[in-house]
């Protein structure tokens, strides 16, 4: 058990919906990682956050969002769900910036129907 | 063209065996390497990173980076049942956080 936390465990919606995914870090950990995970595009980057701010991007569509509250836990947004958005999408969260050793949480399964 | 390659396998060896994994970059500027694990339905669990060329070795495991021809790889020696799963190379540059990731290759481990 890496400590960090991911929920929900798994989320069915269809096209055009909008779906909010929660990711708690370890304790003390100030830093925020999401990925997304497919069959053929593997794992992806898609955003950072360093006690609530902004600190790198990837590959993020403008149809998803994210951010970091005050108690460090972080939000995903993704809306106008198309049927590739289906995925399983991770949290990872570190101590620092910059930092190796990302801690990654069990990941959210999204299936768009 | 991808940054990182890996050979997705899958790779299937008796127990006991050595397994070599692979991975080639194209971006001369990366300075640090991992390793990770991926059991089925469970997230990326750090193995080992190194900065840099030259090996690293922890328990059974050793990872080396020859950054002259772009290759990274990992050596599991005395392989076990428990480490199949699929194994993922990543890579950053120095000050950054985005870690790109290979595509992972598939390990079974057979008893």
Redesign the interface.
Known sequence: DSGVTQTPKHLITATGQRVTLRCSPRSGDLSVYWYQQSLDQGLQFLIQYYNGEERAKGNILERFSAQQFPDLHSELNLSSLELGDSALYFCASSAGTPSYEQYFGPGTRLTVT | QKEVEQDPGPLSVPEGAIVSLNCTYSNSAFQ?F?W?RQYSR?????LM?TYSSGNKEDGRFTAQVDKSSKYISLFIRDSQPSDSATY?C?M?R???????????TLLAVQP
């Open positions: 640090y991992m990770y469970k997230g990326p669990e750090l990173y993922l990543a950053r120095g000050a950054t956080n985005k870690l790109i990731f290979g595509t992972g």
